[in-house]
C-alpha cells in the first residue's frame, strides 16, 4: 500500500468520525431546545388552566368538574344556566375547545386526561393533569414524571 492511500484512508476515517460527532452533538442540541420549548409550554399552559379556574370560581363560586368524562375533549360539556339566568361557560374563559396536552416522549404519550387526586405524592406519571376536585380545592399540575423532558422539575410542585 502507498503513502498516498494510506493518508486517504485515514482522511475518510477521520471525515466520518467527525461527521458522526457532529450529528450526535446536532441531535443532542435539537434534544435540548425540545425539552426546552416542552418545558416552556406546560408551564405556560398550567398558568393558562389555573388562571381559567380562578377566574371560574369567582363566576360560579366553585371548581368546573374537568374530571368529567369527555370534558378534557370538549370543555362545553360543563357549560351551564346559573340561577340568575347567566350561562357560565369554562371553555370561554379558558379560551379553547378543549383542554391543552401535556407533551409526551418516548414512554408517554400527550395527553389532556384529567385525574382526580387528594395526594400529589401518589399519581400515575401517565401525561395529563393532576386535578383536586373531589375536595374542591381547584388544584391542579401537570401528571408528568421530573425527568420527562431534558431538565428534571418537579410538576407537582410547579
Known amino acids: 500500500m502507498t503513502k498516498e492511500s494510506k493518508i486517504a ?3 475518510g476515517i477521520i471525515n466520518v468520525a467527525v461527521t458522526v460527532l457532529f450529528i450526535y452533538l446536532a441531535m443532542r442540541g435539537i434534544d435540548d431546545l425540545t425539552g426546552t ?3 416552556d409550554e406546560t408551564v405556560r399552559n398550567t398558568k393558562e388552566l389555573r388562571i381559567a ?8 363560586g366553585n371548581y368546573p368538574e374537568l374530571t368529567k ?3 378534557n375533549i370538549d370543555l362545553h360539556i ?3 344556566i346559573d340561577k340568575n339566568g347567566k350561562r357560565i361557560s369554562f371553555a370561554e374563559i379558558y379560551g379553547r375547545k378543549s383542554l391543552a396536552k401535556t407533551y409526551g416522549n ?5 395527553s389532556n386526561d384529567v385525574y382526580d387526586v387528594q395526594d ?3 399519581v400515575n406519571f401517565n401525561g395529563g393533569w393532576n386535578y383536586n376536585y373531589s375536595q374542591k380545592t381547584g ?3 401537570p401528571n408528568l414524571p421530573e425527568d420527562i423532558y431534558i431538565e428534571k422539575v418537579n410538576w407537582n410542585k410547579q
Do not use: M, V, W
Open 9 to 11: 484512508i485515514l482522511n
Open 37 to 39: 420549548y416542552k418545558i
Open 53 to 60: 379556574l380562578e377566574k371560574y370560581y369567582q363566576l360560579a
Open 69 to 71: 368524562p369527555g370534558a
Open 78 to 80: 360543563l357549560d351551564y
Open 106 to 110: 418516548n414512554q408517554i404519550i400527550a
Open 120 to 122: 400529589f405524592k401518589n
Open 139 to 141: 388544584e391542579i399540575h
